[in-house]
């Protein structure tokens, strides 16, 4: 079992949608919960990072951890095409250099 | 602005050469990164280094074998390439003190005939 799963998708909406993508964890002892973005031929960049469980919320963006049944989210509002790109989850221990990516899920925003 | 390159975009090699991956980055990082991605695995980690001349290895490190000789600079190098190592190779660093937040390199596609 993989220690971060993630639905590869691909996982196409209609612009103006709210997006849902979801990950779990297995490893208890992540405190630390990341999301990049990946777009097609370019590196991935941070999105939003949350520290133990709770939301984080930066504009149309909000990310969600729940530690108790280790799911981690993020919710896209009033998606746009521009945001249609690769979104990977990550999770990391503390005291460690290790974060564990999960596969991405792979987001099409129709106009 | 933190930038992370890296020495080639798409390269092509045959079964057997050693083949040798670049990164520099220029914000003074003291964590960098070597990833391999591949569909439906993810980002695999495969060395990382937190200091000059420290290493160590990641998941899947048999292979490859790395090089950290300056602070800005993390090679990765393939001695005897094989088809199972063509994929796309990222790079990243992070600060000390802050290393949840990684900074990827634009990643070199490499393809060994």
């Known amino acids: 079992q993989k220690e971060v799963e993630q639905d590869p998708g691909p996982l196409s909406v209609p612009e103006g949608a709210i997006v849902s993508l979801n990950c779990t964890y297995s490893n208890s002892a992540f405190q630390y919960f990341m999301w990049y973005r990946q777009y097609s031929r370019k590196g991935p960049e941070l999105l939003m990072y949350t520290y133990s469980s709770g939301n984080k919320e930066d504009g149309r963006f909000t990310a969600q951890v729940d530690k108790s049944s280790k799911y981690i989210s993020l919710f896209i509002r009033d998606s746009q095409p521009s945001d249609s790109a690769t979104y990977l989850c990550?999770?990391?221990?503390?005291?460690?250099?290790?974060?564990?990516f999960g596969a991405g899920t792979r987001l099409f925003v129709k106009a | 602005d933190v930038k992370v390159t890296q020495s080639s975009r798409y390269l092509v090699k045959r079964t057997g050469e050693k083949v040798f991956l670049e990164c520099v980055q220029d914000m003074d990082h003291e964590n960098m990164f070597w990833y391999r991605q591949d569909p439906g695995l993810g980002l695999r980690l495969i060395y990382f280094?937190?200091?000059?001349?420290?290493?160590e290895k990641g998941d899947i490190p048999e292979g490859y074998s790395v090089s950290r000789e300056k602070k800005e600079r993390f090679s990765l190098i393939l001695e005897s390439a094989s088809t199972n190592q063509t994929s796309m190779y990222l790079c990243a660093s992070s600060s000390g003190q802050n290393q949840e937040t990684q900074y990827f390199g634009p990643g070199t596609r490499l393809l060994v005939l």
């Open positions: 280094s937190y200091d000059v001349k420290m290493k």
């Open positions: 990550a999770a990391e221990g503390t005291g460690g250099f290790k974060t564990i």
